[in-house]
């Protein structure tokens, strides 16, 4: 089991930018595929981005984000960063990192596939 701490969410105006961070422990985070989700009051938790296993050759992007959001990692750090730019209100919500072994299977956008989970960070983007 890995510990997932994220940090770098907090108040931003629109158009504005944030960059997330999630630290991993007890495991390497390279055996992991690393996602970002996301959770508005009053919402399900939605998928916003991940990276694969090992390399973080292959990102994935909700249609939401796409563009303006980026997912990276730095296996030498055991840390994902998620990059936001061009923030809107509708980006406010509790940010949370998860993370699934990357030897067992593919990435997908549902979060009950998804074995690790951090325990959020909050970004919230006045308008």
């Known amino acids: 089991q890995v510990q997932l701490v994220e940090s770098g969410g907090g108040l931003v105006q629109a158009g504005g930018s944030l960059r997330l961070s999630c630290a991993a422990s007890g495991r390497l985070v390279n055996n992991y595929h690393m996602a970002w989700f996301r959770q508005a009051p009053g919402k399900e938790r939605e998928f916003a981005a991940a990276?694969?296993?090992?390399?973080?050759?292959?990102?994935y992007y909700a249609d939401s984000v796409k563009g303006r959001f980026t997912i990276f990692r730095d296996n030498a750090k055991n840390t994902v960063y998620l990059q936001m730019n061009s923030l809107k209100s509708e980006d406010t919500a509790v940010y949370y990192c998860a993370a699934k072994v990357g030897y067992y299977g593919s990435i997908d956008y549902y979060p009950a596939s998804w074995t690790d989970w951090g325990q959020g960070t909050q970004v919230t983007v006045s308008s």
């Open positions: 990276v694969n296993w090992r390399t973080g050759s292959s990102t």
